[in-house]
Each structure stands twice: as C-alpha cells, then as structure tokens.
C-alpha cells in the first residue's frame, strides 16, 4: 500500500487542520493507521491510531480531546482532525500503516509511511 499525507499548513494558536491520508495500491480496510509526528531535533512521536476495523482509538495525553482520527472507507483515507492547535503540536506530520493488526504506538511496527506534511502553529 502507498501512503499520501496532506493537509498540513501554517496555523496560529487555537486553530484547526485536518490531515488526510489517502491510501492507493490497497484498501485500508485491512490496515491500521497511525499518525507520527517529528518535531526537528526530536524523535517521532506517537499522535494517534485506529485499529483495521475502525472500532477502536489511540491518543496520548498530550493529544487526547482535540485530536480525532476517523477512516472513510469510500474514499480509502485516514482524517486527523486536530483542534485547539499549540505551539508544541508543530512538526512533519506522518501516516503509517500495518496490516491486519490492531493499532499500534511505536513506529518501528508499522512497515508502510507515507512522506509526511508540515504543521506550523504560531504562536
């Protein structure tokens, strides 16, 4: 499966983005997604996953209330809907994929990235 990130941009403070990961090549029905992201200097950071049949959910505590991660079967793409942006939530932004397996939070066990996109948030 290929993986497409987008939807990153500049935002200020208290702002919304939504990050979409759009999937070719295979349905993402049989995958987990999660959402990384890697601030310079920093290592890759957990930011979200849902598990292959969508029922279930994963945010850190840094996260967790303003950002959601959703599937849209039809379209094969993954939403990071992310609200009440900080500073701190600034970085390249990934999807990553593994197959038929439940959500993970570690990068090392998804095999499949897409190429990331930039989120700025100003302060």
């Known amino acids: 499966v290929q993986l497409q990130a987008s939807g990153g941009g500049l935002v200020q403070t208290g702002g919304s983005l939504r990050l979409s990961c759009q999937a070719s090549?295979?349905?993402?029905?049989?995958?987990?997604v999660g959402w990384f992201r890697q601030a310079p200097g920093k290592e890759r950071e957990f930011v979200a996953a849902?598990?292959?049949?969508?029922?279930?959910?994963y945010y850190p505590d840094s996260v967790k209330s303003r950002f959601t991660i959703s599937g849209d079967s039809p379209k094969n793409t993954v939403y990071l809907q992310m609200n009440s942006l900080k500073p701190e939530d600034t970085g390249v932004y990934y999807c990553?994929?593994?197959?038929?397996?439940?959500?993970?939070?570690?990068?090392?066990?998804?095999?499949?990235w897409g190429q990331g996109t930039q989120v700025t948030v100003s302060s």
């Open positions: 990553a994929a593994r197959h038929l397996g439940g959500a993970r939070t570690e990068p090392h066990e998804y095999a499949y």
């Open positions: 090549g295979r349905t993402l029905n049989h995958f987990a």
């Open positions: 849902i598990s292959y049949d969508g029922f279930s959910t």
